[in-house]
């Protein structure tokens, strides 16, 4: 039975398939984000609070490029952290998880209904959990541990 090091420095990372994963993981968020706001906004008839638009003409769209910008930075943030830091996927998990409280309290700091508030709110904690959920997954695939002496 062989010897793992738990020094950091010693953490490897298969770059292609965490990348892969989180680019799969930017299309994931994108799309739930997409569907999420449909949802809310056509079937449920409740106004979503988003951010000032800023990539094309419409909500949809503004929504997925964040969507798919915040897995590629949480991406990012899980290859440092397996390179740097022991039990990385815990701390990936807690600080993304912590961000995406945050992002989901923002809605409420505007005057609107709570409906839209609420609704709003969960709207971020599912495409939040999805990227968490989704790159620890990949980070278990994509983490390489070092043998002792090599």
């Not at 809310?40 to 094309?56: A, H, N, S």
């Not at 807690?94 to 609704?119: E, G, N, Q």
């Not at 939040?128 to 002792?148: E, M, N, W």
Request: charged fraction near 10%; charge should be positive; hydrophobic fraction near 60%.
């Amino acid at each position: 039975m062989s010897q793992y090091n738990p020094d950091p420095a010693t953490n490897a990372v298969d770059v292609k398939k965490l990348w892969s994963g989180g680019l799969a993981t930017a299309v994931v968020a994108a799309l739930a984000a997409v569907v999420g706001l449909l949802v809310i906004r056509e079937l449920l008839d409740v106004p979503v609070i988003t951010p000032e638009i800023l990539f094309g003409r419409s909500q949809a769209a503004n929504l997925a490029v964040f969507a798919a910008i915040a897995a590629l930075v949480a991406t990012g943030l899980l290859h440092l952290l397996i390179l740097s830091t022991p039990r990385a996927t815990s701390f990936f998990s807690w600080i993304c998880t912590l961000a995406t409280v945050a992002v989901a309290l923002w809605p409420f700091m505007f005057d609107a209904t709570l409906a839209s508030k609420v609704c709003s709110a969960v709207l971020y904690l599912v495409v939040g959990t999805a990227i968490v959920s989704l790159l620890s997954g990949v980070a278990r695939s994509a983490a390489i541990s070092r043998p002792i002496g090599r």
